[in-house]
């Protein structure tokens, strides 16, 4: 059987913080990954044998959704204490910053895309997102668009549903600036890493993908030029933690 495409949460905050979970699926998507092998958005075939990468390994474009979506089953239990563990709960002072940057007020209209788990969310997949055009003020996400098969093809997605003067802020591993801390953020995240997420997690797996994946993700003056491909302007980011991660901002304008 196929693998599903891609997993994907959403997460929507309507007009207030309200912390009620008001939980809405979108049954034709949910159906669409579990049962039907080409997924929700249907790809020519010249797409579908591109290869593109998982980690290190090579996988075809189509193998790569699936593949994400057992890393993050498999990991979802142990997910937040792994996060404290790995990043010694410094995970939870970027994502402060993140919302710090939001600065969302009454009435804005928040998406979180690949929230993993939310207030009220909505399954669907960051390269088709199941909302219409010029529907939110910002657009976050979090240590999710390095997962994602067509990164460009979920910028535009970012764009098309921004309003005219909505935001994009994207949080997510980034590059090490300083040569020394790179040697040891190398040697931490490829001998120690996989290792904690063997002994807390049981899953080696996943937290090797995990590293591969943050080396494989483009630095972020790249980063930044293929926000601006996908028509964001005044694109701007900031390092943090020596380039352990970079907060990117864009405007749709
Ligand atoms: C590393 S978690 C990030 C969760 C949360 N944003 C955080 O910062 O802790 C990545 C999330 O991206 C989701 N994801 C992976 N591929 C996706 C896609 N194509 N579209 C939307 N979400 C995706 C995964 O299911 C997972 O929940």
């Not at 976050?140 to 098309?160: K, P």
């Not at 921004?162 to 953020?185: A, D, Q, T």
Request: hydrophobic share 40%; with cysteine.
């Amino acid at each position: 059987m196929a693998a599903p495409r891609s997993c994907a949460l959403c997460r929507y905050w309507g007009r207030c913080w309200s912390p009620t979970p008001r939980c809405c699926t979108v049954p034709g998507l949910r159906f669409s990954w579990r049962e039907n092998p080409l997924g929700v958005r249907f790809m020519s075939q010249e797409q579908r044998t591109k290869e593109t990468h998982f980690g290190f390994e090579t996988v075809s474009e189509e193998e790569k959704g699936g593949k994400v979506y057992q890393v993050f089953e498999s990991v979802a239990k142990k997910y937040d204490v792994m996060n404290d563990m790995m990043s010694l709960g410094i995970h939870r002072i970027w994502k402060d910053l993140l919302l710090w940057k939001m600065h969302p007020f009454p009435g804005t209209q928040l998406l979180d895309v690949a929230g993993g788990t939310g207030i009220a969310w909505v399954l669907g997949d960051a390269e088709e997102l199941p909302f219409d055009d010029d529907k939110f003020d910002i657009y976050t996400i979090a240590f999710g668009i390095r997962n994602v098969t067509h990164i460009d093809q979920a910028l535009q997605e970012a764009y098309r549903v921004l309003k005219p003067g909505g935001r994009f802020l994207c949080l997510e591993f980034s590059r090490v600036n300083n040569p020394l801390i790179s040697r040891l953020y190398d040697l931490y995240s490829f001998q120690v890493i996989p290792v904690l997420g063997e002994v807390i997690a049981g899953d080696w797996k996943s937290y090797q993908y995990l590293v591969e994946s943050i080396r494989q993700f483009p630095p972020q003056e790249e980063f930044k030029e293929i926000i601006e491909d996908a028509g964001f302007q005044k694109v701007t980011y900031e390092s943090l933690t020596s380039g352990i991660v970079a907060i990117h901002s864009g405007f749709k304008l």
